[in-house]
Every structure is written in C-alpha cells, then in structure tokens.
C-alpha cells in the first residue's frame, strides 16, 4: 500500500508521485553517510536541481566552487546524487561544492530525508567515468 505522497522537504502533499533522491558521500577515513529523500516536483526544481545543474555546467574546470565561486578547490567535496524522477529513468548525477556549499546541499537530506546503512565505496574510477556517466565526454590532454 502506498503512503500518502507527502513532500518531505516541504510537507505539502503532491498531485503526483514524489520524486526519491538518493545521496551519499564518502567522508575520509570514515564510512559513507548516505540518505535518501522523497520530495514533490517543485522542491526537487528549487531546491535540488539548481546546484546539480551548475555542477554540470562547471564539470570542464572545477578550479573553484561551481556554487559559489570560491577558489579553494583543495575544500572541494563530491555528493553523489540518484534521482528517480517520476516518468524518466533514474539519473546518476553528482554534486560538486566547497564544503560549505556542500554542507548546505547535503543538510537538506539531513534535515529531512532517511539515513541509508553504510556502503562500501565504489570501485575506483577515473574522473572521466563519472563524467560519462552523466553524458558528458571530457577533453584529455
Ligand atoms: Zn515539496
Ligand atoms: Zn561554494
């Protein structure tokens, strides 16, 4: 039986299936922090998607902060986002932000979603496997 389709970010109740984003990072020499969070369109385009898109824009020069602009790219950490949007397949995508930016990003799952068990880290891989997965091709070389 489904739920009433409550945001959870907001609280407001949804026409439509709510959107499920999974996030999780990968803090060092710690276990992973994952969360997942169910939110209504609306939420998901405010306050979701903006800084997914900026990360995006940026993906062909993080030397700074894609949210804010800050330059101090050695604070710059990864939320890897999963987006089940209602009537799209599921998007992996991640977000990319000085650690106040990214604390800010994630603070919404915190606030509001459910905390995921641990999981070990995806296999390591190349800064342009992520980039593919998310259907951009970087330049090399
Ligand atoms: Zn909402
Ligand atoms: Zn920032």
Known sequence: MKGPRICELCS???PYKLTSLYCRWYPLNDQSVGYVLKACDDCVNESISPALVQTTEALEDISSCP???SGDDEGIEYTWVTIFPRECESLRTIGIGCSA???RFRRQWQAHGRRLADRPPP???GAS???EAIGIVPKTG
């Open 123 to 125: 296999p390591p891989v």
């Open 129 to 131: 496997d992520v980039w």
């Open 101 to 103: 930016c990214a604390a």
């Open 67 to 69: 949210l804010c602009g």
């Open 12 to 14: 407001r109740l949804s």
